[in-house]
C-alpha cells in the first residue's frame, strides 16, 4: 500500500504553518487598533467613551451546502430558515469621537448545511442535483474581529439627548473552524479524510487547508441608550472569507481508486463514503454518473460566506472629560 509523503501533507508542518499565520495576523491587526486608539486619544485628550458587552443571536452560512436553493436566489433568499444556529458576541469597544468607534470582538457559533432540506420533485433540476448529492456539515465557529464603526447620527453612550444612531462597520477578522459530518452515530472531521482528493498526487492542485482563516466582516447596526450607562445594540454582520471548504465542499469527486492506492481499505472506504453519498439516496446507483469521478461536487468559483446576527448590551465604563460632564450636567440631558 503506498504511503503519501508530500511535505504540504504533513500534519505537523501545516499546523506550525497555520498557527504561524495566525499569529502574524493577530498581532498585525491588534497593532493597527490600539496604535489607531492611542493616536486618537492623544489628538482629544481624554474624551473618549469605552464600553464591554456581550450579546446573542444567530449565525448563518452562505457555501455550497449552506443555501436554501441553487438558482441564484439573491442573498437573504438563499437562507434557509431551517438553518439557523446560534451565535454569541463579547466586546470591548472605545468611541473616540461623535461619530466613530473601534470595536474588538470575540464571536463563537454553529454553522450548518445540509442538502437534504432542498426539494427533489423535478427529476433532475437544480434542486435535485443538490438533494441528490446528498452531502451535510455542522462546525462550530469562534473568530476574533477588529471593526471600524462610523454613525449616522451624532451618538455619546450615556446621553440621554444623543441616545440613537445607525451605524454601519467593516473590519478584519480571523476565524477557526471544523468541519464535521454524521458517519453511522457519530460525528467524524471532514479535513483529515480529504473528501475531494486534497494532497494526493493525482490532484496535486488540491492542497489541505488552513482551519485558521482570515475575512473580512462588514455590517450595520442600531444603537440606543437605555440610561446613562446601558445601551442596547443590534447588528447584522456578513464575513467575506477567501476559502471554499468552511463545508468542506469546493470541486468535483475524487476518483476511488486513487484514494484506495493510498490507504488502508478500511480507511479509504471511510474517505470514498464520505465524499460521495448520493449512495444513501440511490442504492441502486440508477444516477450513479451524475456523482461520479471529476464530476461537479461544489463551485470553486463562489467563496464561503457567513453571517452573524447579535442584540447585546453595553456597559459604559469610561466617559468623556471633567469639562464635558460638567456641560452635560449643565444641561441636564
Known amino acids: 500500500m503506498g504511503q503519501l509523503n508530500l511535505v504540504h501533507n504533513n500534519p505537523k508542518r501545516i499546523k506550525r504553518i497555520g498557527m504561524k499565520r495566525i499569529r502574524q495576523m493577530l498581532i498585525s491587526a491588534t497593532t493597527v487598533l490600539f496604535t489607531l486608539m492611542v493616536m486618537v486619544n492623544d489628538s482629544r485628550g481624554q474624551d473618549y467613551t469605552m464600553e464591554v ?42 468611541q473616540f469621537h461623535d461619530f466613530m468607534a473601534v470595536k474588538v470582538a470575540l464571536n463563537a457559533g454553529w454553522l450548518e448545511g445540509s442538502d437534504k432540506y432542498v426539494g427533489s ?5 437544480d434542486d435535485w442535483f443538490r438533494h441528490y448529492r446528498n452531502l451535510h456539515f455542522r462546525t462550530y465557529l469562534l473568530e476574533l474581529t477588529g471593526v471600524f464603526e462610523g454613525h449616522f447620527m451624532k451618538y455619546r453612550p450615556g446621553s440621554l439627548r444623543n441616545r440613537i444612531t445607525p451605524y454601519g462597520f467593516v473590519g478584519i477578522a480571523i476565524f477557526n473552524f471544523n468541519p464535521k459530518a454524521k458517519y453511522g452515530d457519530e460525528w467524524v472531521k471532514l479535513r483529515p479524510l480529504r473528501t475531494e482528493g ?3 498526487p493525482q490532484y496535486e492542485d488540491r492542497k489541505m487547508y488552513s482551519l485558521f482563516q482570515p475575512a473580512i466582516p462588514f455590517g450595520i447596526g442600531l444603537k440606543y441608550n437605555v440610561n446613562r450607562k446601558m445601551s442596547v445594540n443590534f447588528d447584522f454582520g456578513h464575513r467575506l472569507t477567501f476559502t471554499d471548504y468552511i463545508d468542506d465542499v469546493s470541486t468535483t469527486y475524487p476518483d476511488p481508486e486513487a484514494i484506495y492506492s493510498w490507504y488502508e481499505p478500511e480507511k479509504a472506504q471511510m474517505m470514498i463514503d464520505l465524499s460521495n453519498r ?34 447585546s448590551l453595553a456597559y459604559r465604563i469610561g466617559g468623556l472629560n471633567s469639562r464635558n460632564v460638567h456641560k452635560q450636567r449643565k444641561r441636564r440631558f
Not at 439516496?281 to 461537479?296: K, L, S
Open 53 to 94: 458587552g456581550f450579546g446573542i443571536g444567530s449565525a448563518n452560512f452562505l457555501g455550497d451546502l449552506g443555501k436554501n436553493a441553487p438558482r441564484g436566489d439573491f442573498y437573504y433568499h438563499d437562507l434557509s430558515a431551517t438553518l439557523f444556529r446560534p451565535g454569541a458576541t463579547l466586546y470591548f469597544r472605545n
Open 121 to 125: 420533485n423535478e427529476v433532475k433540476s
Open 198 to 200: 486534497q494532497g494526493l
Open 278 to 311: 448520493s449512495v444513501e439516496v440511490d442504492p441502486e446507483g440508477q444516477y450513479a454518473n451524475i456523482t461520479a469521478p471529476d464530476m461537479q461536487r461544489g463551485n470553486p468559483e463562489s467563496k464561503d460566506a457567513y453571517l452573524f446576527s447579535t442584540i
